[in-house]
């Protein structure tokens, strides 16, 4: 083990004091508070019942992040204070690409607000060029010899980011950290990775950007928001970016805890495909039945016929039964299924990409964080329970994000007008508003 890989991070390994390291800049610190009835992990933030977590001889330990390995009282963690020891490259933003009058506006903002290293929110479309727009701030900070980071809950995510990272940041190397990631940790000043990872962290990043910041596991997860302020230093930035603000980040906009910068407007400067919706009878019987409405299909037959296009699904359970039916429809088609347990997810999203594929019949792990230009999109069963309504507003923006095609379809076909249906609607619908003031200039 090198010093290095304890910079800025908690390491739970008891032979720390045996390996030939100089061990006097090391800290050893404590893995749990234990109370009068309850443990309180201090890696994920958890509280729990002592019974709970009991082991023999009065120990305890955490059974909320069993998974990056046990933390209990028999242990500590080892850690150094983030040195920020880098040799930063004379050129370092090595993008060629140019951004738009309004995506200038607000990377601008962006930027001097990490600069500041203040709580910041880019409430920006899907297809508004997020990632571009964050490039400014990085390499102001880089430059400044910062530790920087960018989390996103999904894996996905995470994997489409980095390549475009190591060809706007050519002369750094960029750590890419998740579950299923093989390669051995190194101390980098650039790192990529999911939420996860960051309760592996400990006041490492003087910047931290969580992208996708609505997106599950991240919004619904206490120890993910307790690792986000570990992560960061104490006088370090936050910059959440998201197209879909859950209530609590809405509320610190309103309590002026969090600065908001907007941008209603695709990085092509046109708006937001808005959703049709159609009413259909039981789809899953008809299914049964080896049938799906018929609007779907004609719809499927007339996009097909140019574009390429995706199809969502509620369930797993639906996927090959849609298959199957679609399979007799469309013999002339070439189509598969992809959901988020599938071994080949991320050869079968490369084909499409390549376009051995002319459409993917999906759940909602496609809902975000990948990119196929020129599509149109089609939901069957939106009004299910399983899609939350920022679920579907990423959903429909998987369309019309290329600038050659920015007015792709986006269809639901629905039982009811669900909560969510009309939710999605009024997000787009709000931010299209905001869109058109802007083009009246």
Same mark, same amino acid.
């Given at each position: 083990?090198?010093i290095?890989?304890?910079?800025?991070?908690?390491?739970?390994?008891?032979?720390?004091?045996?390996?030939?390291?100089d061990?006097?800049?090391?800290?050893?610190?404590?893995?749990?508070?234990?109370?009068?009835?309850?443990?309180?992990?201090?890696r994920?933030?958890?509280?729990?019942?002592?019974?709970?977590?009991?082991?023999?001889?009065? %120990?305890? /330990?955490?059974?909320?992040?069993? &998974?990056?390995?046990?933390?209990s009282? !028999?242990?500590k *963690? @080892? #850690?150094?204070?983030?040195p920020?020891q880098?040799e930063?490259?004379?050129?370092?933003?090595?993008?060629?690409?140019?951004?738009?009058?309004?995506?200038?506006?607000?990377?601008?903002?962006?930027?001097?607000?990490?600069?500041?290293?203040?709580?910041?929110?880019?409430?920006?479309v899907?297809?508004?060029?997020?990632?571009?727009?964050?490039?400014?701030?990085?390499?102001?900070?880089?430059?400044?010899g910062?530790?920087?980071?960018?989390?996103?809950?999904?894996?996905?995510?995470?994997?489409?980011?980095?390549?475009?990272?190591?060809?706007?940041?050519?002369?750094?190397?960029?750590?890419?950290?998740?579950?299923?990631?093989? %390669?051995? /940790?190194?101390?980098?000043?650039? &790192?990529?990775?999911?939420?996860?990872? !960051?309760l592996? *962290? @400990? #006041?490492?990043?003087?910047?931290?950007?969580?992208?996708?910041?609505d997106?599950?596991?991240?919004?619904?997860?206490?120890?993910?928001?307790?690792?986000?302020?570990q992560?960061?230093?104490?006088?370090g930035g936050i910059?959440?970016?998201t197209?879909?603000?859950?209530?609590?980040?809405?509320?610190?906009?309103?309590?002026?805890?969090?600065?908001?910068?907007?941008?209603?407007?695709?990085?092509?400067?046109?708006?937001?495909?808005?959703?049709?919706?159609?009413?259909?009878s039981?789809?899953?019987?008809?299914?049964?039945?080896k049938?799906?409405?018929?609007k779907?299909?004609?719809?499927?037959?007339?996009?097909?016929?140019?574009?390429?296009?995706?199809?969502?699904?509620?369930?797993?359970?639906d996927l090959?039964?849609t298959?199957?039916?679609?399979?007799?429809?469309?013999?002339?088609?070439?189509?598969t299924?992809?959901?988020?347990?599938?071994?080949?997810?991320?050869?079968?999203?490369?084909?499409?990409?390549?376009?051995?594929?002319?459409?993917?019949?999906?759940?909602?792990?496609?809902?975000?964080?990948?990119?196929?230009?020129?599509?149109?999109?089609?939901?069957?069963?939106?009004?299910?329970?399983?899609?939350?309504?920022?679920?579907?507003?990423?959903?429909?923006?998987?369309?019309?994000?290329?600038?050659?095609?920015?007015?792709?379809?986006?269809?639901?076909?629905?039982?009811?007008?669900?909560?969510?249906?009309?939710?999605?609607?009024?997000?787009?619908?709000?931010?299209?508003?905001k869109?058109?003031r802007?083009?009246?200039?």
């Amino acid at each position: 083990m090198d010093i290095s890989e304890l910079y800025g991070r908690r390491v739970l390994c008891p032979q720390v004091e045996q390996l030939p390291i100089d061990g006097s800049q090391i800290q050893i610190l404590p893995t749990l508070k234990v109370g009068e009835k309850t443990i309180t992990c201090l890696r994920c933030g958890t509280v729990t019942n002592k019974w709970i977590t009991a082991m023999p001889n009065q %120990q305890y /330990y955490c059974p909320q992040c069993v &998974t990056l390995g046990r933390v209990s009282t !028999l242990d500590k *963690f @080892y #850690h150094v204070p983030e040195p920020n020891q880098f040799e930063v490259p004379q050129r370092i933003l090595t993008w060629r690409g140019q951004l738009s009058p309004l995506q200038t506006k607000v990377s601008t903002m962006v930027k001097e607000r990490m600069d500041q290293h203040r709580r910041q929110l880019l409430w920006a479309v899907t297809g508004a060029g997020k990632t571009e727009m964050m490039f400014a701030g990085i390499t102001a900070a880089l430059k400044r010899g910062e530790r920087v980071a960018i989390a996103s809950p999904r894996v996905d995510v995470c994997l489409e980011l980095y390549p475009r990272l190591q060809v706007a940041f050519a002369g750094f190397s960029i750590a890419l950290l998740h579950g299923r990631e093989p %390669q051995k /940790y190194k101390y980098r000043q650039l &790192t990529i990775c999911t939420t996860h990872q !960051l309760l592996r *962290f @400990y #006041h490492a990043f003087d910047n931290l950007i969580i992208d996708e910041v609505d997106s599950f596991p991240y919004a619904a997860n206490s120890a993910l928001l307790f690792a986000t302020k570990q992560a960061v230093k104490k006088d370090g930035g936050i910059l959440f970016m998201t197209a879909t603000p859950g209530e609590k980040l809405i509320r610190q906009i309103s309590k002026k805890k969090l600065m908001v910068s907007y941008l209603p407007l695709r990085y092509h400067g046109n708006l937001l495909p808005q959703i049709k919706i159609f009413l259909t009878s039981d789809w899953r019987k008809q299914l049964q039945r080896k049938r799906l409405p018929n609007k779907l299909l004609n719809e499927l037959k007339k996009t097909l016929a140019n574009y390429q296009c995706l199809l969502f699904v509620p369930h797993i359970s639906d996927l090959q039964p849609t298959f199957l039916c679609l399979q007799e429809a469309l013999t002339d088609k070439k189509f598969t299924t992809v959901h988020a347990t599938d071994p080949k997810r991320l050869e079968k999203v490369q084909q499409m990409r390549d376009g051995k594929y002319e459409f993917l019949i999906t759940t909602s792990i496609l809902e975000r964080g990948v990119t196929f230009p020129g599509i149109d999109v089609f939901v069957l069963g939106a009004d299910d329970q399983v899609f939350s309504s920022s679920a579907l507003v990423q959903i429909a923006g998987r369309a019309g994000r290329s600038a050659s095609r920015p007015t792709g379809k986006v269809m639901f076909w629905v039982q009811s007008y669900s909560r969510q249906v009309r939710e999605a609607q009024r997000q787009i619908a709000y931010m299209n508003r905001k869109g058109r003031r802007l083009l009246r200039g």
